[in-house]
């Protein structure tokens, strides 16, 4: 949501230009050789086949970097300025396999083959001083992020399902509908 977080916003910004043209194996030697070559890309993937049928939903989303491969496939990372313990491959797992699955399936363009994901974590750790200016030191992370595209399908598929699916009877039993009139009475 633009506008929902502006100091993350700014923060995270300012880390993919940071990165912008870095040799992977810099930000992390577990990394295939490589070079950062686009930053916060947006992409967009064709209708999504759910069990061998084209569905009319597709994955849309910006991502924060791509790295292009020595060997011709490309390195997805994500950047995060956090402190949270929450910052693991699993947690984030969704996020780039929609990022992944839309660059191999690009709605325009050529596809290209996603060998690796991960998150480039910066983690604050404490305020620096110097001549009346002052700034963050962070501590970076990389966490590899596994592929796991069936996953991601099957999640997808269970998510399209429920879109797709039956609405629940009215009434007072129904929670959306409690919650729906619950959250109503606080704009009141």
């Known amino acids: 949501m633009p506008g929902a977080f502006p100091l993350v916003g700014t923060l995270s910004a300012m880390q993919e230009h940071t990165f912008r043209n870095f040799s ?10 490589g070079r950062v070559t686009k930053l916060a890309g947006w992409v967009r ?19 924060d970097l791509v ?6 496939t490309v390195a997805l990372i994500d ?25 191999e399936q690009p709605a325009t363009g050529n596809p290209v083959e996603v060998a690796t994901m991960g998150l480039l974590v910066w983690k604050p750790e404490k305020i620096i001083e110097q ?12 966490v590899p992020v596994a592929r796991d595209q069936g996953k991601f399908l099957a999640v997808i598929s269970d998510l399209i399902s429920v ?6 009877d009215a009434g007072s039993e129904c929670t959306t509908c409690n919650y729906l009139l ?3 009475k606080l704009d009141e």
């Open 79 to 103: 950047c995060k300025v956090s402190d949270s313990d929450r910052d693991s491959g699993e947690f984030y797992s969704p996020q780039l396999e929609a990022y992944a699955y839309a660059l």
């Open 131 to 142: 001549n009346g200016a002052f700034g963050l030191a962070m501590k970076q992370s990389y």
């Open 67 to 72: 790295a292009e491969n020595e060997d011709g």
């Open 182 to 184: 619950e959250r109503l």
């Open 24 to 33: 992977t194996t810099t930000i992390d030697p577990s990394l295939r050789p």
């Open 163 to 168: 879109l797709e699916g039956d609405l629940p």
């Open 45 to 63: 993937s064709t209708h999504l086949q759910i069990n061998g049928e084209s569905t009319r939903w597709r994955i849309n989303g910006k991502y």
